[in-house]
């Protein structure tokens, strides 16, 4: 099994930004895609951003050229850097791992594509 813990959440300007980080542990050689998710009161799971293990990242239209997703694969860890943060970035952020192994140029961008789920952190951005 493995196990996803989010931190870095918190109350921000906008404009500001914020680091969010996912701790994997267990069976996390079985991860292959890392992604970040997320959910407004009200709304549908969103997906924001992907990372493989070979780097090669894809990112919703959304939040393209703001925020930025990165991987430390002896930490086990990934990070989204958030930066010109705006009212509608606020919500519930949940980060999430892929088992499957591709080399395909598509990333999966539905909840259902990720097996794994950490508990999420909430972003919340004034204006």
């Known amino acids: 099994q493995v196990q996803l813990v989010e931190s870095g959440g918190g109350l921000v300007q906008a404009g500001g930004s914020l680091r969010l980080s996912c701790a994997a542990s267990?069976?996390?050689?079985?991860?292959?895609?890392m992604g970040w998710f997320r959910q407004a009161p009200g709304k549908e799971r969103e997906f924001v951003a992907a990372?493989?293990?070979?780097?090669?990242?894809y990112y919703a239209d959304s939040v393209k050229g703001r925020f930025t997703i990165s991987r430390d694969n002896a930490k086990n860890t990934v990070y989204l850097q958030m930066n010109s943060l705006k009212p509608e970035d606020t919500a519930v952020y949940y980060c999430?791992?892929?088992?499957?192994?591709?080399?395909?140029?598509?990333?999966?961008?539905?909840?259902?594509?990720?097996?794994?789920w950490g508990q999420g952190t909430q972003v919340t951005v004034s204006s």
């Open positions: 990372i493989r293990r070979t780097g090669n990242t």
């Open positions: 999430a791992g892929d088992r499957t192994v591709t080399y395909s140029d598509h990333f999966g961008v539905s909840r259902y594509d990720y097996d794994y």
């Open positions: 267990g069976r996390t050689f079985s991860i292959y895609t």
